[in-house]
């Protein structure tokens, strides 16, 4: 079983344990709902180093990920960063990603960790099948990655580099803190804004220290600031209408129906560096035949939690089946996603969520059940 580098560091704060796609990772340190509102109230740390993450360099770096992503790659800028899918022939997910643009010949890819076997063979052929002149490396076990999440942690960043606070949404720099190189993007899966921390492995015990000496020093600024299990990062990225592969994103699910229309380029220019994404005439295909189901909200009745699988129904019809829920810390209210029929998606509708021994009401709603306070 792998080990985070910030192991030592998950032991000595009390982290309980699970294995997830063969990786040891703490779900919490005493309580999910207490780290959930924490990350709601101010910040929290959450060690995603288990995630996979490739180094794509050469002439043809573009066009590989190009032809396997379903966004355009090949007019980001160096500093962009891109949330796209990687799909199969028929249009299903295989994964969703972030890409990082170095150079016009640089880029970075992190994916899923249950997904890294997967996306590393599909990539290669790819780059075997077309014949593409770019060197892969697979750099997880040698770099560390920290999110850092939570309405307070931009004025903590703040003490450590003034510029990493004027970064726009998805975008990245690279810096040097003391003898520590560091890749910070300002992306990440809460809904909250703060930054995601990519560096080497070697390093991560002095970067850990040097991001709690400055939480200490902070005082009241972050004195609700901590550390956050896998069960906060789940019910967070829930509330947020976040999508979680092996939930709402299967190879049997294609973006469209997923609602993920942002993520992709169902026409690619004429003058894109790449050639047409794998996917790209099944996706177009369900663009013109039209949505048989698609992804919504739920909000349910009563206190019971849905769970993934359970049976959405109208009256005796089956109509769906929720993908995620959880009890909402936020809104103190039971929550899923669900995929219906397109018949049964209107927002206020009224289905009901089989919960095996008793059947309850649900609300359908927008998938995005929480969105944070706006600054003034």
Not at 193 to 216: C, N, T
């Amino acid at each position: 079983m792998l080990h985070s580098p910030f192991h030592t560091f998950h032991v000595d704060q009390g982290g309980q344990f699970v294995e997830f796609a063969g990786w040891e990772l703490p779900i919490h340190y005493g309580s999910i709902i207490e780290e959930h509102k924490r990350v709601r109230r101010s910040g929290g740390l959450f060690d995603v180093s288990h995630m996979g993450r490739f180094a794509i360099k050469g002439r043809h770096a573009a066009k590989l990920l190009g032809r396997v992503c379903t966004r355009r790659i090949g007019n980001m800028k160096p500093g962009q960063v891109r949330y796209s899918l990687i799909c199969n022939e028929r249009g299903g997910v295989l994964d969703d990603v972030l890409a990082y643009c170095y150079d016009d010949d640089r880029f970075g890819l992190v994916v899923n960790a249950a997904n890294r076997e997967k996306i590393w063979t599909h990539v290669n052929k790819v780059k075997e099948d077309d014949g593409l002149k770019v060197t892969l490396k697979d750099e997880t076990l040698k770099t560390a990655m920290l999110a850092v999440q939570g309405p307070k942690v931009m004025d903590l960043i703040a003490r450590i580099s003034s510029e990493i606070p004027t970064l726009k949404r998805y975008r990245f720099t690279e810096k040097n803190l003391i003898v520590i190189k560091l890749m910070i993007s300002r992306t990440g899966y809460t809904g909250e804004d703060g930054v995601e921390v990519i560096l080497p492995a070697k390093s991560a015990g002095m970067g850990m220290k040097m991001l709690l000496k400055e939480a200490e020093d902070a005082g009241d600024l972050a004195s609700d600031f901590g550390p956050c299990g896998l069960g906060a990062r789940d019910t967070l990225r829930l509330e947020a209408g976040m999508a979680l592969y092996g939930h709402e994103l299967t190879e049997d699910i294609d973006p469209l129906t997923a609602g993920l229309n942002f993520a992709i380029a169902v026409h690619k220019d004429e003058d894109e560096i790449a050639e047409p994404y794998i996917g790209m005439e099944a996706i177009q295909r369900v663009e013109r035949e039209g949505l048989k189901k698609v992804l919504v909200g739920l909000r349910l009745d009563g206190k019971r939690t849905p769970r993934q699988d359970m049976i959405v129904r109208k009256g005796d019809a089956q109509v769906g089946i929720v993908t995620s829920g959880c009890a909402s810390p936020t809104l103190g209210i039971p929550i899923a996603m669900a995929y219906v029929g397109v018949e049964h998606a209107e927002h206020g509708g009224t289905l009901q969520v089989d919960l095996g021994r008793t059947t309850v009401d649900a609300a359908v709603c927008s998938t995005q059940f929480y969105k944070p306070p706006k600054k003034d």
